[in-house]
């Protein structure tokens, strides 16, 4: 069974850094693109940041200059370095890819479980 398991989630206070990692596992035959994703109390789920299988990246204009999306395509991994955080970052954030499990499969978005952050002032 495919899986995303996100971790790196916490308090911190304003101005401070948080890693936040998803692996991916299972049977797995190929992934394209991953993601970052959150959702505030209240709000709606919103991009925060993906790259491609190929490591181009996007960022919401929040997060621009502050966080960095990378992945290991080896260990089936994407990372959100979260650096200046502010109390407005503040939400459960969810990790999301774009997977095929078999040759000729479609790929199909899959998504993590989500891991707090929270940003104190």
């Known amino acids: 069974q495919v899986q995303l398991v996100e971790s790196g989630g916490g308090l911190v206070q304003a101005g401070g850094s948080l890693r936040l990692s998803c692996a991916a596992s299972?049977?797995?035959?190929?992934?394209?693109?991953m993601g970052w994703y959150r959702q505030a109390p209240g709000k709606q789920r919103e991009l925060v940041a993906d790259?491609?299988?190929?490591?181009?990246?996007n960022y919401a204009d929040s997060v621009k200059g502050r966080f960095t999306i990378s992945r290991d395509n080896a260990k089936n991994t994407v990372y959100l370095q979260m650096n200046s955080l502010k109390p407005e970052d503040t939400a459960v954030y969810y990790c999301?890819?774009?997977?095929?499990?078999?040759?000729?499969?479609?790929?199909?978005?899959?998504w993590g479980r989500g891991t707090q952050v929270t940003v104190s002032s």
């Open positions: 790259i491609s299988s190929g490591g181009t990246t």
């Open positions: 999301n890819a774009d997977m095929a499990e078999y040759f000729l499969s479609s790929y199909r978005p899959y």
């Open positions: 299972g049977r797995i035959f190929s992934i394209n693109a």
